[in-house]
């Protein structure tokens, strides 16, 4: 028998070299499969000191939503997201890009960060107007690329949804279809919905059978219930197109969507005998409640327990320039808040400073960017110099316990917000080398070789400026100093509370050898 005291000992080093786990990543469009826009990673953001930390500039709108995961297993998260200029990037913290891919036309497809072949490496997945859906590697090299007839806005998703190998990606296309493919790029199912698909698919089992449904929207006044292989469909007729991403609410899911009537509604499940006889059952979406607004929404909804209460509630915005609150339940108004432009941004929801409740991150055409505490009054702001239009990403980039606030804007920028020193104001040039690879290889009979031009786009450098101001606002509800949270802290406590117990596991194997 090996010596117990030996065998502590190499238990114990085991323990220390196992790499801990990240901070909780934003790896897709609106965090989740549910679509919810709500993180729940621990922070202690104080607002006295939020400011912008960097900037990284680009020569194109960025109305791509950026993703955040680590990408290249180095324990640290690192951001992606595209830009109007056809350029996918990948920044690390502190501020360098890792590298860049082109493609021949705009993105404003959100990434997917996912390991989608169980190789223990991530793919980064998105869409683009030239009509392709890219499959990149952690390098940023291209694996390979899928072709629609139409642009790609939809941003995808990945799921095991038919128990196979590795997880299948599900996106759609201007060109009115909805596509399944597996992790080599094969078509796997092809969803014909007479309308194209900006909207990107939610997933959850809708019906309560025990199998993953695809929720998505179209611009044909419908929202669609799907299954795969394809033996169910349902639909709900819509009075708008459905542009905005729907988002299951509720452990008896719900689902709520949005639509450019300016209409937002809350959808369940419902099953009814027909021919009992013969024990026919007829499955349909039926309403549960509608709220209108002035004007069209295009902000997909965020859902989350904002006020601590253990009820849900739904936040989103509307081209009449309020930001609304609702009881997910009921529908019932509980907030309305007027900015000066749109609101196309969809809204993030989450705990940044530590305290009770969640705040509500969100931008508008008007170019700011808002913070509105859970007693739903605005605590902080900051104005850009353009335009925003994408979803704020909420992630711990340096694993120092205090969240990072991420956002494009219509300024060709992307701003990184935080609470920590800022960074020197200087100008630094990537280093890395842009990748802009043809494909060779076509993976299905709907594949063809994307058209890439070099020469189109010039490769931006990463600045760092003072732009503007935050505004602190503390008439209405005073900024408060949350609890220090450190993630490398947490971590620690885990490596001494597994010594501990390997410990009293030695001791007490020693006291049984005594008896």
């Known amino acids: 028998m090996v010596d117990a005291s030996r065998c502590l000992l190499?238990?114990?080093?085991?323990?220390?070299?196992?790499?801990?786990?990240?901070?909780?990543?934003?790896?897709?469009?609106r965090h989740d499969l549910k679509n919810t826009g709500c993180y729940e990673g621990e922070s202690s953001l104080s607002y006295d000191n939020l400011s912008l930390l960097w900037i990284f500039e680009t020569d194109g709108w960025v109305r791509s939503s950026p993703a955040v995961a680590d990408i290249n297993n180095d324990n640290k998260l690192e951001i992606v997201f595209g830009s109007d200029n056809g350029f996918l990037y990948a920044l690390d913290f502190s501020r360098a890009g890792l590298w860049s891919f082109q493609t021949g036309g705009r993105i404003r497809s959100s990434p997917l960060i996912a390991d989608i072949n169980n190789d223990d490496k991530v793919e980064i997945i998105f869409g683009s107007d030239d009509g392709f859906l890219y499959v990149l590697n952690s390098e940023g090299s291209l694996l390979w690329s899928f072709r629609t007839e139409g642009a790609i806005v939809s941003s995808p998703v990945a799921v095991d949804i038919n128990d196979g190998f590795g997880m299948e990606i599900v996106f759609g296309s201007m060109d009115e279809n909805l596509y399944i493919l597996n992790p080599k790029g094969e078509v796997l199912k092809k969803f014909e919905l007479k309308g194209a698909v900006e909207s990107s698919p939610a997933i959850a089992d809708f019906d309560r059978d025990g199998r993953l449904d695809i929720i998505v929207g179209t611009n044909s006044y419908n929202a669609y219930v799907l299954s795969y292989p394809g033996t169910k469909r349902m639909a709900f007729s819509t009075e708008g197109k459905v542009v905005a991403s729907p988002v299951i609410v509720g452990s008896t899911p719900r689902i709520v969507i949005a639509s450019t009537s300016g209409k937002v509604y809350a959808l369940k499940y419902s099953e009814s005998k027909v021919n009992e006889g013969e024990g026919?059952?007829?499955?349909?979406?039926?309403?549960?409640?509608?709220?209108?607004?002035?004007?069209?929404?295009?902000?997909?909804?965020?859902?989350?327990?904002?006020?601590?209460?253990?009820?849900?509630?739904?936040?989103?915005?509307?081209?009449?320039?309020?930001?609304?609150?609702?009881?997910?339940?009921?529908?019932?108004?509980?907030?309305?808040?007027?900015?000066?432009?749109?609101?196309?941004?969809?809204?993030?929801?989450?705990?940044?400073?530590?305290?009770?409740g969640s705040e509500i991150i969100f931008g508008s055409d008007d170019g700011m960017l808002y913070i509105m505490n859970s007693s739903w009054e605005r605590v902080w702001s900051y104005e850009c110099k353009g335009a925003i239009k994408t979803s704020p990403v909420i992630a711990d980039l340096n694993d120092d316990g205090r969240s990072e606030i991420i956002v494009g804007a219509d300024d060709n920028r992307l701003y990184v917000f935080s609470s920590v020193e800022r960074l020197p104001a200087t100008t630094t040039t990537t280093t890395s080398t842009t990748t802009s690879t043809t494909p060779t290889t076509s993976t299905?009979?709907?594949?063809?070789?994307?058209?890439?031009?070099?020469?189109?786009?010039?490769?931006?450098?990463?600045?760092?400026?003072?732009?503007?101001?935050?505004?602190?606002?503390?008439?209405?509800?005073?900024?408060?100093?949350?609890?220090?949270?450190?993630?490398?802290?947490?971590?620690?406590l885990t490596l001494l509370i597994v010594f501990f117990i390997s410990l009293i596991s030695y001791i007490l194997y020693r006291r049984g050898r005594r008896i």
């Open 444 to 492: 299905s009979t709907t594949s063809t070789t994307p058209t890439t031009t070099t020469t189109l786009f010039v490769k931006p450098e990463i600045k760092i400026e003072e732009i503007g101001s935050p505004t602190t606002l503390t008439e209405d509800a005073p900024p408060v100093v949350g609890r220090v949270i450190g993630v490398s802290v947490n971590a620690g």
């Open 280 to 356: 026919y059952i007829k499955a349909r979406i039926n309403h549960a409640w509608n709220y209108s607004t002035e004007n069209e929404i295009v902000s997909s909804a965020a859902a989350g327990n904002l006020v601590g209460s253990g009820y849900e509630e739904i936040v989103f915005g509307s081209m009449d320039k309020n930001l609304y609150v609702l009881d997910a339940y009921n529908g019932k108004l509980l907030k309305k808040y007027l900015t000066n432009a749109p609101i196309c941004s969809s809204p993030a929801i989450a705990n940044i400073d530590g305290e009770n």
């Open 10 to 29: 190499l238990v114990f080093i085991a323990f220390i070299f196992i790499p801990t786990a990240s901070a909780e990543d934003w790896s897709k469009f």
